[in-house]
Every structure is written in C-alpha cells, then in structure tokens.
C-alpha cells in the first residue's frame, strides 16, 4: 500500500467506474470519502452506502439535495428557456454544479484536500465538475483518473476494468453491461455512448414509457416575487390533482409527461472540448415547463425587452452546458433575466398528445395582450391611416437601397 496521501472526496455513483476508483484510490495511498448526491434517479442509496464501506471508504455521505436542484438550478433554467443547440434542456448540465457544491462541502466539513470524480477525459462532465469545485473553493485539488496516465493506460477498456472489479470483490452485474450509458436525475435521462456512438442505430423507445394516444390537460400558475418568477401550481384538469411545492409539483410533471412520452429528443450535439457526440434524453417535465413559460412571457413581456432577453437566454445556456454556472458571467446572468421575469405572471391550459405538449390558453393579470385593440372588429384606440406613415418611413430604407444597387446594374451593363 502507498504512503497516505490524506484524503480524498469522491464523487461516487455506485456504478462500476467509481468503485474501481475508490478501490485504485486506496491503492494510491489515500483516504476516501464517498459523496453521493440524490438528486431524484432510481437508487438504492443504502446498498450504496454499504457497498462503498465494504470496499474500503472511511466515510460515506449521501444527501438529498433534489428541492435544491429543483428551485436553484431548474427554475432559472426555466426563467431562462434555456436550450443548449435549440433543442438540449440541460438536464446533466445542470445537476453537476449542483453535486460539485455538495462534494465540495463535505470536503471542507473533511477537511479534505482533494476530491475526485469518475468523468472521462473526452467528455463535458470533468470540466463542470472541476470549474465548479474550483469556483467554489479555489485551494481545492482534483483527482480526476481517466486523464491520469497510470490509470487509462491499465484500463484501456471496459474489460480491463472488469477484471479488476472481479479481482478485487468488487460486485459487478451479472447481467451484460447496458449498451449505453445512462445518466438520470430529476431533470431528465439521458443516454449516450456504448452502441449509440453510431448515429444510424435507431432509438425505438424502449428506455422510457412511450407515447400513450390519449389527451391530458393541465394548468400551470406561474408567480412574481422579487425579480423571480416561477412555477407554483400544477392542477390536472382531469382529476383536479394539484401539486404546489417545487419539488412535488416537478416529479408529479414527471410521472404523468413521462408516460405520454414527452420530451423525448435524439441529437448530435457539439461538446465543450470540440468533438460531436450523439445523445438520446428524456425531459418530460422540464418540456411541460419549458412551454409553459415561454407562452405565459410571450403574453406579458415587452417586446423589446424579450429580444434582448432571448440573446442572455442564449448565452445563459451555453454557459451552463460549458460548465460556468459558478462564473461571474453567469451569476450576472441570472441576475438579469431574473429581473426580466417580474411581470411573468399568470396561468396557462396545455394538453399532452402523443409525445407533444399542445398550450391551449392563457390568462394573466399582467397581460400586455389588448384585445380591443388588436381586434378586427373594433377599431379601438388606434387610428389605421397612421399605418401608411409608417409604413412610408420604414420602406425609404429599402428604396434607397435598391435605387443604388439599380444604378450599380445599369454601369455595369454600360
């Protein structure tokens, strides 16, 4: 055994990559300590929890950080409709800076050193974890092993890996390896990887529940508080369930969007480090909610104000997925579209059909929608012959520009 090098947080899973690195970090010389965030996937922390002690560490934390995750990371996501390349909700993206401020938490509680996470060295996730962690305690070191030579050199593959489990008691399946692999919490599953890297092979849906041909119909209110703005009742017109806490009302979206099959995407999306990767997610509620909020800005946010609005959103996102949500950049970020969300107020009807989510109505006091005015109906307070002045402004741009791009063609004909 090597001399000790103190002790080491690691962000553990469970899984088979970082037990054999709780096992290889023992062999190292160091003391581990064991962190597991539940951040809502389907786990048995206890079994966890046993597992981690049984191969060597000194401690083992387990927290649940979920109603966290939920108000601190997913609602500003939501204020934000961020989306990563038009389509990606940020699910993974999200949860990490969430599970890096655990796992540096327990490291000060440990007075630890170092911490450590089992992300591969091609991937976004050690680069979010380490920006996080570095952000939140600067001192900090990272172990990170599959960009450590000693490590990926003595498991160049899956199998080696395997052997090592088996070598040392370490519990494996017996079942064969998933060919994928998964990565869920509240916010979404996601799949990539394994037989997916191939982007022709075809996802049939056997990882979620699928669509279900039936309708359901749903009100969501989304409130105003101090530059915040964010779901607070979910009512199933159907049943008249209602769910008003953040963290009720985003697994009861889950349960009944996930068996409808909504937000189910198949991308090819760009990674930070610069490579294309091929990724299968499951959003169900952050999809609900996305469209939700996006209909209910659209009707009380100024139009001006939304443009620019749009452009943070876009930033905001990218940040994330890049793992800045700890960065200067973005906290300012928030602040800004956090702000922009005060006159977001209001309730809005959708349904859910087949995979999609359908918005039905809305209503809002705050409502920049004037229905006198806009109608065809009523002439309201707007006089219609002020329309040719503006439109005869805004075309002397376009004469102007075509009556030189005339005079170009003609000399150059000559």
């Known amino acids: 055994m090597a001399q000790s090098k103190g002790t080491v947080v690691l962000a553990y899973s469970g899984g088979l990559d970082t037990s054999c690195i709780l096992v290889w970090l023992k062999e190292q010389g160091y003391d581990v300590v064991a962190y597991l965030a539940n951040i ?19 401690k083992v934390y387990i927290e649940d950080v979920g109603r966290e995750f939920v108000e601190q990371f997913i609602w500003p996501a939501v204020q934000a409709n961020a989306l990563y390349e038009d389509r990606y909700l940020l699910g993974t993206a999200l949860a990490r800076p969430c599970i890096a401020r655990g796992l540096v938490g327990i ?76 990565d869920e919490n509240l916010m979404h599953i996601s799949y990539e990887a394994g037989i997916l890297e191939n982007p022709k092979v075809i996802d ?16 969501g209110n989304f409130t105003a508080g101090p530059a915040v703005c964010v779901p607070v009742k979910v009512t199933n017109t159907g049943d008249g369930t209602t769910r008003s806490s953040a963290l009720e009302l985003f697994v009861y ?10 937000g189910r995407i198949d991308i ?3 990674r930070f480090v610069g490579m294309k990767s091929r990724g299968i997610y499951e959003t169900p509620a952050g999809t609900i909610l996305y469209h939700a909020h996006l209909d209910i800005e659209a009707f009380t946010m100024d139009r001006e104000v939304r443009k620019i609005k749009q452009g943070l959103s876009l930033k905001f996102s990218e940040l994330v ?11 300012f970020l928030r602040e800004c579209i956090g702000r922009s969300q005060e006159p977001v107020v209001g309730t809005v009807l959708l ?11 809305r209503e809002s006091p705050r409502s920049l929608y004037n229905e006198e005015l806009v109608s065809m109906d009523v002439q309201g307070d707007y006089e219609p012959a002020d329309a040719t002045g503006f439109i005869n402004i805004n075309s002397l741009r376009l004469k102007e520009y075509h009556r030189l791009q005339s005079k170009v063609t003609v000399k150059q004909d000559e």
Request: charged share 25%.
């Open 107 to 182: 490291a000060q509680r440990e007075r630890a050193q170092y911490v450590a996470h089992g992300a591969t060295g091609k991937g976004n996730d050690q680069v979010r974890f380490e920006l996080s962690c570095y952000a939140l305690c600067p001192k900090i070191k990272v172990v990170a092993p599959w960009r450590l030579p000693e490590f990926y050199q003595r498991f160049p593959g899956r199998r080696e890996l395997m052997d090592y489990a088996k070598k040392h008691g370490i519990p494996v399946p017996v079942t064969p390896q998933k060919p994928w692999s998964m």
């Open 204 to 219: 049939h849906g056997r990882h979620g529940a699928g669509s279900i041909s039936c309708v359901r119909s749903l009100i």
């Open 40 to 58: 809502g996937q389907k786990e048995d922390f206890e079994a966890a929890r046993k597992k981690a002690l049984a191969l060597g560490a000194k």
């Open 321 to 331: 997925y890049n793992g800045f949500w700890h960065s200067p950049e973005c906290e």
């Open 253 to 262: 979206l889950n349960d009944i969007a996930g068996k409808h099959g909504v």
């Open 268 to 270: 090819v999306e760009n």
């Open 351 to 361: 349904s859910i059909f087949k995979g999609h989510v359908y918005v039905l109505g």
